[in-house]
């Protein structure tokens, strides 16, 4: 069973920068990780992903070049950067991953907050 190891998040001013990082426990299992996140009184939205074996990235239509999820191929983690955050940000973001076979998984999710 591959399980996720997210770390980041926080609080922010508007304006300010946070990163995510999501590590796969065995990513030679994984087909694509990313993230989606939830906001209190939202519908779930897909914030970015990228396919592990071409690097292939996207994102929602929200980020307009804010944000930027890359492979931290060291660590063997995704991580997403996060510029220009907004008080819209302010949400729970859950990292996931498609394995090559089986379900989708989620991590525990964390909460990041944009507030002044």
């Known amino acids: 069973q591959i399980h996720l190891v997210e770390s980041g998040g926080g609080m922010v001013q508007p304006g300010g920068s946070l990163q995510l990082s999501c590590a796969p426990s065995?990513?030679?299992?994984?087909?694509?990780v990313g993230w989606f996140r939830r906001a209190p009184g939202k519908e779930r939205e897909l914030v970015a992903f990228?396919?592990?074996?071409?690097?292939?990235?996207g994102y929602g239509d929200f980020v307009n070049g804010r944000f930027t999820i890359s492979r931290d191929d060291a660590k063997n983690a995704a991580l997403l950067q996060m510029n220009s955050l907004k008080p819209e940000d302010t949400a729970v973001y859950y990292c996931?991953?498609?394995?090559?076979?089986?379900?989708?998984?989620w991590g525990q999710g964390t909460q990041v907050t944009v507030s002044s």
């Open positions: 996931y991953a498609d394995p090559k076979v089986g379900p989708r998984i």
């Open positions: 065995d990513v030679n299992r994984v087909h694509t």
């Open positions: 990228i396919e592990w074996p071409n690097a292939f990235t």
